[in-house]
Protein backbone atom coordinates (compact mmCIF):
# COMPACT_ATOMS: atom_id res chain seq x y z
CA UNK A 1 0.00 0.00 0.00
CA UNK A 2 1.43 3.65 -0.47
CA UNK A 3 0.64 5.66 1.68
CA UNK A 4 1.85 8.97 0.04
CA UNK A 5 -0.55 7.89 -3.07
CA UNK A 6 -3.41 8.29 -1.07
CA UNK A 7 -2.35 11.43 0.04
CA UNK A 8 -1.22 13.07 -3.58
CA UNK A 9 -3.46 11.06 -5.92
CA UNK A 10 -3.28 12.23 -9.30
CA UNK A 11 -7.52 11.55 -9.90
CA UNK A 12 -9.63 14.76 -9.68
CA UNK A 13 -13.04 14.98 -10.28
CA UNK A 14 -14.41 17.61 -13.06
CA UNK A 15 -14.82 21.21 -12.22
CA UNK A 16 -18.37 21.14 -13.70
CA UNK A 17 -20.70 19.64 -11.29
CA UNK A 18 -24.18 21.62 -10.76
CA UNK A 19 -26.90 20.29 -7.63
CA UNK A 20 -29.63 21.63 -6.27
CA UNK A 21 -27.55 22.77 -3.09
CA UNK A 22 -24.08 24.39 -3.12
CA UNK A 23 -21.30 21.83 -2.20
CA UNK A 24 -19.58 21.74 1.15
CA UNK A 25 -15.99 22.80 0.87
CA UNK A 26 -13.88 21.79 4.49
CA UNK A 27 -10.71 23.48 4.76
CA UNK A 28 -8.29 24.95 7.49
CA UNK A 29 -5.17 24.62 5.26
CA UNK A 30 -6.27 26.21 1.68
CA UNK A 31 -3.30 25.44 -1.29
CA UNK A 32 -1.77 27.66 -3.30
CA UNK A 33 -0.68 26.97 -6.65
CA UNK A 34 2.76 29.08 -6.08
CA UNK A 35 4.62 31.31 -3.57
CA UNK A 36 3.54 34.05 -6.31
CA UNK A 37 0.07 33.21 -5.28
CA UNK A 38 0.67 32.52 -1.79
CA UNK A 39 2.45 36.51 -1.49
CA UNK A 40 0.18 38.11 -3.73
CA UNK A 41 -3.26 36.72 -2.61
CA UNK A 42 -5.95 39.19 -1.17
CA UNK A 43 -7.56 37.87 2.08
CA UNK A 44 -9.96 40.93 2.63
CA UNK A 45 -12.24 40.30 -0.07
CA UNK A 46 -13.91 37.29 -1.94
CA UNK A 47 -11.13 37.38 -4.61
CA UNK A 48 -10.04 34.44 -3.30
CA UNK A 49 -9.12 32.12 -0.38
CA UNK A 50 -6.27 32.42 1.79
CA UNK A 51 -7.02 30.03 4.67
CA UNK A 52 -9.87 28.13 5.93
CA UNK A 53 -10.53 31.11 8.87
CA UNK A 54 -10.84 33.73 5.97
CA UNK A 55 -13.45 32.04 4.48
CA UNK A 56 -14.12 28.88 1.46
CA UNK A 57 -16.56 28.73 -1.00
CA UNK A 58 -19.30 27.65 1.32
CA UNK A 59 -19.08 30.45 3.39
CA UNK A 60 -18.94 32.65 1.08
CA UNK A 61 -22.39 31.44 -0.56
CA UNK A 62 -23.62 31.54 2.67
CA UNK A 63 -22.53 35.38 3.22
CA UNK A 64 -23.71 36.24 -0.47
CA UNK A 65 -27.47 34.93 0.28
CA UNK A 66 -27.57 36.56 3.60
CA UNK A 67 -26.26 40.26 2.34
CA UNK A 68 -29.33 39.20 -0.45
CA UNK A 69 -31.71 38.48 2.50
CA UNK A 70 -31.17 41.71 4.53
CA UNK A 71 -30.30 44.08 1.69
CA UNK A 72 -27.31 44.82 2.61
CA UNK A 73 -23.57 44.46 0.32
CA UNK A 74 -21.60 42.25 2.62
CA UNK A 75 -22.08 40.19 5.41
CA UNK A 76 -19.81 38.37 8.05
CA UNK A 77 -19.97 34.90 9.57
CA UNK A 78 -20.17 34.22 13.45
CA UNK A 79 -20.43 30.95 15.77
CA UNK A 80 -23.51 32.40 17.19
CA UNK A 81 -25.58 35.16 17.70
CA UNK A 82 -24.14 36.42 20.49
CA UNK A 83 -20.54 36.47 19.56
CA UNK A 84 -21.89 38.04 16.35
CA UNK A 85 -23.09 40.83 18.73
CA UNK A 86 -20.13 41.27 20.77
CA UNK A 87 -18.09 41.67 17.24
CA UNK A 88 -20.11 44.61 16.19
CA UNK A 89 -19.52 46.23 20.58
CA UNK A 90 -15.58 45.30 19.95
CA UNK A 91 -14.90 46.16 16.66
CA UNK A 92 -16.63 49.98 17.33
CA UNK A 93 -16.34 50.90 20.96
CA UNK A 94 -12.95 51.86 22.50
CA UNK A 95 -12.13 52.90 26.05
CA UNK A 96 -14.12 56.53 26.86
CA UNK A 97 -16.68 55.51 24.66
CA UNK A 98 -20.24 54.84 25.19
CA UNK A 99 -23.03 52.28 24.04
CA UNK A 100 -26.60 53.23 24.31
CA UNK A 101 -28.80 49.80 24.33
CA UNK A 102 -32.75 49.56 24.07
CA UNK A 103 -34.25 48.76 28.03
CA UNK A 104 -35.57 45.41 25.93
CA UNK A 105 -32.59 43.98 24.00
CA UNK A 106 -31.95 40.39 24.09
CA UNK A 107 -30.43 40.17 27.56
CA UNK A 108 -26.84 38.53 26.95
CA UNK A 109 -26.48 41.38 25.01
CA UNK A 110 -27.06 43.77 28.27
CA UNK A 111 -24.78 41.92 30.14
CA UNK A 112 -21.65 42.57 27.59
CA UNK A 113 -22.18 45.84 28.77
CA UNK A 114 -22.43 45.47 32.18
CA UNK A 115 -19.31 43.39 32.44
CA UNK A 116 -16.77 43.08 29.95
CA UNK A 117 -17.39 46.56 28.52
CA UNK A 118 -17.13 48.26 31.52
CA UNK A 119 -14.11 46.01 31.90
CA UNK A 120 -12.13 47.71 29.03
CA UNK A 121 -13.95 51.37 30.12
CA UNK A 122 -16.18 51.80 28.02
CA UNK A 123 -19.83 53.13 29.15
CA UNK A 124 -23.39 52.29 28.54
CA UNK A 125 -26.75 53.39 29.39
CA UNK A 126 -30.05 51.46 28.71
CA UNK A 127 -32.84 53.91 27.32
CA UNK A 128 -36.37 53.69 26.59
CA UNK A 129 -37.25 52.33 23.13
CA UNK A 130 -40.56 53.73 23.03
CA UNK A 131 -39.27 57.48 23.51
CA UNK A 132 -37.47 59.14 20.72
CA UNK A 133 -37.35 62.54 22.35
CA UNK A 134 -36.15 61.06 25.87
CA UNK A 135 -32.70 59.21 23.57
CA UNK A 136 -32.04 62.55 21.47
CA UNK A 137 -31.11 63.95 25.25
CA UNK A 138 -28.78 61.13 26.42
CA UNK A 139 -26.80 61.30 22.82
CA UNK A 140 -23.54 62.89 23.71
CA UNK A 141 -20.12 63.26 22.44
CA UNK A 142 -18.76 60.20 23.88
CA UNK A 143 -22.10 58.01 22.41
CA UNK A 144 -20.81 55.99 19.47
CA UNK A 145 -22.94 53.03 19.15
CA UNK A 146 -26.56 52.96 19.68
CA UNK A 147 -28.00 49.67 19.09
CA UNK A 148 -32.12 48.73 18.52
CA UNK A 149 -33.89 46.18 18.79
CA UNK A 150 -37.33 45.41 16.86
CA UNK A 151 -39.67 43.98 18.11
CA UNK A 152 -37.65 44.05 21.75
CA UNK A 153 -36.43 40.31 22.96
CA UNK A 154 -38.89 38.93 24.97
CA UNK A 155 -41.74 41.25 26.13
CA UNK A 156 -41.84 41.52 22.15
CA UNK A 157 -43.08 46.30 22.01
CA UNK A 158 -42.27 47.06 18.68
CA UNK A 159 -39.84 50.32 19.01
CA UNK A 160 -40.33 53.62 17.33
CA UNK A 161 -37.78 52.80 15.02
CA UNK A 162 -38.09 55.74 12.58
CA UNK A 163 -37.98 57.52 15.52
CA UNK A 164 -35.08 56.69 17.07
CA UNK A 165 -32.87 55.93 13.73
CA UNK A 166 -34.09 59.60 13.15
CA UNK A 167 -32.34 60.82 16.63
CA UNK A 168 -29.46 59.11 15.27
CA UNK A 169 -29.02 60.95 12.24
CA UNK A 170 -28.18 64.16 13.33
CA UNK A 171 -24.98 62.44 15.08
CA UNK A 172 -23.66 61.55 11.71
CA UNK A 173 -20.41 59.64 13.73
CA UNK A 174 -23.25 57.57 16.01
CA UNK A 175 -23.12 53.90 14.86
CA UNK A 176 -26.19 52.05 14.67
CA UNK A 177 -26.77 48.50 14.73
CA UNK A 178 -29.95 46.80 14.96
CA UNK A 179 -30.54 43.06 16.05
CA UNK A 180 -32.53 42.19 13.18
CA UNK A 181 -33.04 38.55 14.84
CA UNK A 182 -37.06 38.78 15.14
CA UNK A 183 -37.80 40.35 11.58
CA UNK A 184 -34.97 37.80 9.94
CA UNK A 185 -35.07 40.42 6.75
CA UNK A 186 -38.81 39.66 6.04
CA UNK A 187 -40.81 42.04 8.61
CA UNK A 188 -39.16 45.04 7.17
CA UNK A 189 -35.78 46.20 5.15
CA UNK A 190 -33.39 47.76 7.98
CA UNK A 191 -31.35 49.58 5.23
CA UNK A 192 -34.07 50.70 3.42
CA UNK A 193 -36.77 52.26 5.42
CA UNK A 194 -37.41 55.54 3.71
CA UNK A 195 -35.24 57.53 6.27
CA UNK A 196 -32.85 60.28 4.82
CA UNK A 197 -29.79 58.24 3.40
CA UNK A 198 -26.87 58.06 5.35
CA UNK A 199 -24.10 57.01 2.94
CA UNK A 200 -25.73 54.29 0.86
CA UNK A 201 -28.27 53.52 3.82
CA UNK A 202 -31.40 54.95 4.38
CA UNK A 203 -32.01 52.62 7.78
CA UNK A 204 -30.00 51.32 10.27
CA UNK A 205 -25.75 51.03 9.69
CA UNK A 206 -25.43 47.34 11.21
CA UNK A 207 -27.58 44.73 11.20
CA UNK A 208 -26.76 41.50 13.50
CA UNK A 209 -28.85 37.85 13.10
CA UNK A 210 -28.93 35.37 15.14
CA UNK A 211 -29.50 32.48 12.23
CA UNK A 212 -29.48 30.07 14.81
CA UNK A 213 -33.28 31.41 15.21
CA UNK A 214 -35.03 31.75 11.53
CA UNK A 215 -32.66 30.65 8.75
CA UNK A 216 -31.66 27.29 10.53
CA UNK A 217 -35.33 26.52 11.41
CA UNK A 218 -34.11 23.17 12.35
CA UNK A 219 -33.46 23.96 16.35
CA UNK A 220 -30.29 22.36 15.41
CA UNK A 221 -27.35 24.73 14.90
CA UNK A 222 -25.98 28.26 16.59
CA UNK A 223 -24.65 31.01 13.99
CA UNK A 224 -24.90 34.76 13.70
CA UNK A 225 -24.18 37.52 10.47
CA UNK A 226 -23.33 41.07 11.25
CA UNK A 227 -24.34 42.55 7.70
CA UNK A 228 -23.43 45.90 6.42
CA UNK A 229 -24.06 48.48 3.71
CA UNK A 230 -21.13 50.28 3.52
CA UNK A 231 -17.91 48.83 2.52
CA UNK A 232 -15.70 51.06 5.14
CA UNK A 233 -17.90 49.91 7.93
CA UNK A 234 -17.60 46.20 6.66
CA UNK A 235 -13.73 46.36 6.82
CA UNK A 236 -13.94 47.52 10.56
CA UNK A 237 -15.26 44.82 11.60
CA UNK A 238 -13.92 42.39 9.05
CA UNK A 239 -10.40 43.27 10.78
CA UNK A 240 -12.26 42.83 14.54
CA UNK A 241 -13.25 39.45 13.03
CA UNK A 242 -10.27 38.14 11.51
CA UNK A 243 -8.50 39.37 14.78
CA UNK A 244 -10.58 37.43 16.87
CA UNK A 245 -10.76 34.33 14.76
CA UNK A 246 -14.37 34.48 14.49
CA UNK A 247 -15.38 31.39 12.06
CA UNK A 248 -17.92 29.20 11.54
CA UNK A 249 -17.55 24.86 10.46
CA UNK A 250 -19.31 24.16 6.80
CA UNK A 251 -21.36 21.31 8.34
CA UNK A 252 -23.39 24.51 10.11
CA UNK A 253 -22.88 26.60 7.01
CA UNK A 254 -24.40 24.18 5.12
CA UNK A 255 -27.49 23.44 7.68
CA UNK A 256 -28.42 27.66 7.43
CA UNK A 257 -27.95 27.27 3.19
CA UNK A 258 -30.15 24.21 3.55
CA UNK A 259 -32.85 26.63 5.46
CA UNK A 260 -32.58 29.56 3.47
CA UNK A 261 -34.79 28.69 0.90
CA UNK A 262 -37.73 27.94 2.69
CA UNK A 263 -37.25 31.00 5.60
CA UNK A 264 -39.71 32.95 4.11
CA UNK A 265 -42.58 29.94 3.89
CA UNK A 266 -41.53 28.85 7.11
CA UNK A 267 -41.69 32.76 8.49
CA UNK A 268 -45.26 33.07 7.09
CA UNK A 269 -46.66 29.74 8.71
CA UNK A 270 -45.11 31.12 11.91
CA UNK A 271 -46.58 34.31 11.78
CA UNK A 272 -50.40 32.44 10.53
CA UNK A 273 -50.16 30.89 13.80
CA UNK A 274 -49.07 33.24 16.23
CA UNK A 275 -51.86 35.40 14.94
CA UNK A 276 -54.39 33.19 15.56
CA UNK A 277 -53.02 31.91 18.79
CA UNK A 278 -52.54 35.69 20.13
CA UNK A 279 -56.31 36.02 19.12
CA UNK A 280 -57.54 33.57 21.20
CA UNK A 281 -55.44 34.15 24.14
CA UNK A 282 -56.62 37.56 24.06
CA UNK A 283 -59.95 36.11 25.04
CA UNK A 284 -58.42 34.46 27.85
CA UNK A 285 -59.56 35.71 31.19
CA UNK A 286 -56.56 34.23 33.02
CA UNK A 287 -54.15 36.61 31.28
CA UNK A 288 -53.76 40.41 32.14
CA UNK A 289 -51.95 41.63 28.46
CA UNK A 290 -50.83 39.36 25.28
CA UNK A 291 -47.58 40.81 23.62
CA UNK A 292 -47.51 40.27 19.81
CA UNK A 293 -46.46 43.81 17.75
CA UNK A 294 -49.49 43.00 14.96
CA UNK A 295 -52.45 43.33 17.86
CA UNK A 296 -54.08 46.20 18.09
CA UNK A 297 -53.56 47.72 21.58
CA UNK A 298 -49.91 45.74 22.06
CA UNK A 299 -46.93 48.10 22.73
CA UNK A 300 -46.25 49.86 19.95
CA UNK A 301 -48.66 48.15 17.28
CA UNK A 302 -48.52 51.57 15.75
CA UNK A 303 -44.83 51.46 15.32
CA UNK A 304 -44.98 48.14 13.85
CA UNK A 305 -47.62 49.14 11.52
CA UNK A 306 -45.58 51.34 10.05
CA UNK A 307 -42.89 49.10 8.87
CA UNK A 308 -44.36 45.85 8.67
CA UNK A 309 -47.22 43.00 7.66
CA UNK A 310 -45.36 40.16 8.84
CA UNK A 311 -44.67 39.47 13.19
CA UNK A 312 -43.25 35.84 13.15
CA UNK A 313 -44.13 33.45 15.35
CA UNK A 314 -43.43 34.83 19.26
CA UNK A 315 -46.55 35.65 21.41
CA UNK A 316 -45.64 36.67 25.20
CA UNK A 317 -48.29 36.91 27.72
CA UNK A 318 -48.33 38.81 30.94
CA UNK A 319 -50.20 36.96 33.96
CA UNK A 320 -51.03 39.48 36.94
CA UNK A 321 -48.86 38.41 40.04
CA UNK A 322 -51.73 39.48 42.35
CA UNK A 323 -53.92 36.50 40.93
CA UNK A 324 -51.32 34.30 40.08
CA UNK A 325 -48.25 33.28 41.52
CA UNK A 326 -45.24 32.66 40.01
CA UNK A 327 -45.55 29.06 41.14
CA UNK A 328 -48.47 28.76 39.89
CA UNK A 329 -47.99 29.63 36.17
CA UNK A 330 -44.97 27.67 36.68
CA UNK A 331 -47.63 24.52 37.03
CA UNK A 332 -49.56 26.11 34.10
CA UNK A 333 -46.08 26.01 32.26
CA UNK A 334 -45.54 22.34 33.34
CA UNK A 335 -49.07 21.05 32.21
CA UNK A 336 -48.23 21.78 28.09
CA UNK A 337 -47.37 19.17 26.08
CA UNK A 338 -46.77 20.19 22.75
CA UNK A 339 -44.73 23.05 24.04
CA UNK A 340 -42.14 21.82 24.90
CA UNK A 341 -39.40 23.89 28.00
CA UNK A 342 -36.56 25.75 26.27
CA UNK A 343 -34.84 29.23 24.70
CA UNK A 344 -34.45 30.02 21.40
CA UNK A 345 -37.36 30.04 18.61
CA UNK A 346 -37.40 29.76 14.96
CA UNK A 347 -37.69 25.60 14.73
CA UNK A 348 -40.24 23.75 14.07
CA UNK A 349 -41.09 22.74 17.68
CA UNK A 350 -43.19 25.14 20.22
CA UNK A 351 -41.13 26.65 22.75
CA UNK A 352 -42.41 27.80 26.22
CA UNK A 353 -40.31 29.89 28.85
CA UNK A 354 -41.75 31.64 31.66
CA UNK A 355 -39.82 35.10 32.81
CA UNK A 356 -40.01 36.96 36.43
CA UNK A 357 -40.56 40.56 35.27
CA UNK A 358 -39.01 41.72 38.94
CA UNK A 359 -36.25 43.82 37.11
CA UNK A 360 -36.25 42.76 33.83
CA UNK A 361 -37.48 46.47 32.49
CA UNK A 362 -36.41 50.09 33.86
CA UNK A 363 -38.92 51.25 31.66
CA UNK A 364 -42.73 50.73 31.24
CA UNK A 365 -44.70 49.29 28.28
CA UNK A 366 -46.55 46.46 30.38
CA UNK A 367 -49.34 47.09 32.00
CA UNK A 368 -48.52 44.55 35.04
CA UNK A 369 -44.96 44.83 36.75
CA UNK A 370 -42.43 43.70 39.41
CA UNK A 371 -44.12 40.39 40.81
CA UNK A 372 -46.05 39.38 37.34
CA UNK A 373 -44.53 36.48 35.48
CA UNK A 374 -44.30 36.84 31.71
CA UNK A 375 -44.72 33.62 29.61
CA UNK A 376 -42.79 33.73 25.71
CA UNK A 377 -44.34 31.18 23.57
CA UNK A 378 -42.60 30.11 20.80
CA UNK A 379 -45.20 29.23 17.88
CA UNK A 380 -43.80 26.55 15.37
CA UNK A 381 -45.20 24.53 12.54
CA UNK A 382 -47.43 22.37 14.86
CA UNK A 383 -51.36 22.33 13.69
CA UNK A 384 -52.85 25.50 14.91
CA UNK A 385 -55.51 23.54 16.50
CA UNK A 386 -53.75 21.33 18.23
CA UNK A 387 -51.74 24.14 19.92
CA UNK A 388 -54.46 25.90 21.46
CA UNK A 389 -56.08 22.53 22.63
CA UNK A 390 -53.01 22.46 24.49
CA UNK A 391 -53.02 25.92 25.95
CA UNK A 392 -56.87 25.25 26.58
CA UNK A 393 -56.17 22.13 28.89
CA UNK A 394 -53.09 24.37 30.46
CA UNK A 395 -55.28 27.14 30.97
CA UNK A 396 -58.01 24.96 32.78
CA UNK A 397 -54.62 23.59 35.31
CA UNK A 398 -54.21 26.92 36.08
CA UNK A 399 -57.83 28.32 36.97
CA UNK A 400 -57.64 25.16 39.71
C1 LIG B 1 -31.13 34.09 20.13
C2 LIG B 1 -30.86 35.52 19.98
C3 LIG B 1 -29.55 36.01 19.95
C4 LIG B 1 -28.34 35.13 20.16
O1 LIG B 1 -28.24 34.07 19.27
P1 LIG B 1 -27.40 32.76 19.68
O2 LIG B 1 -27.08 32.14 18.39
O3 LIG B 1 -28.30 31.94 20.56
O4 LIG B 1 -26.18 33.24 20.42
C5 LIG B 1 -29.36 37.36 19.76
N1 LIG B 1 -30.40 38.20 19.63
C6 LIG B 1 -31.68 37.78 19.66
C7 LIG B 1 -32.77 38.75 19.51
C8 LIG B 1 -31.94 36.43 19.85
O5 LIG B 1 -33.21 36.01 19.90
Same mark, same amino acid.
Given at each position: ?????????????????????????????????D????????????S??????????T???????????????????????? /????? $?? &????? @?? %? *?? =??????????K?????????????????DP???????L?????????????????????????????V?????????????????????????L?L?????S?????????????? /????? $?L &????? @?? %? *?? =???????????????????????????????A???????????????????????????????????????W???????????????D??R?????????????????????????M???????????????? =?S??????????????????????????A??????
Open positions: MDATKLIHHPYKAPDSFEAVVPGVHKASTVIFETAALKNRQWKDKGYTYGLHGTPTFTLEERLATLEGGLQTLLAPSGL /SALAL $VN &MAILR @TG %D *EV =LIPDNAYGPNDFARVELAQWGIGHRFYMDAAALAMIGPKTRLLWLEAAGSVSLEFPDLLGLLNARSHPELVTALDNTWGAGLAFDAFDGPRKGDSGVDISVHALTKYP /SGGGD $V &MGAVT @TR %D *EH =LHLRLKMTHMRLGLGVGANDAELVLRGLPSLLRYAAHDASARRIAQWLVARPEVAQVLHPALPGSPGHAYAQLCSAAGGLVSVVFGQFSAERVDAFVDQLNLFKIGYSWGGPSLVVPYSLRGMRQFGA =LTQAESTLVRFAIGLEETDHLIADLANFNVLAG
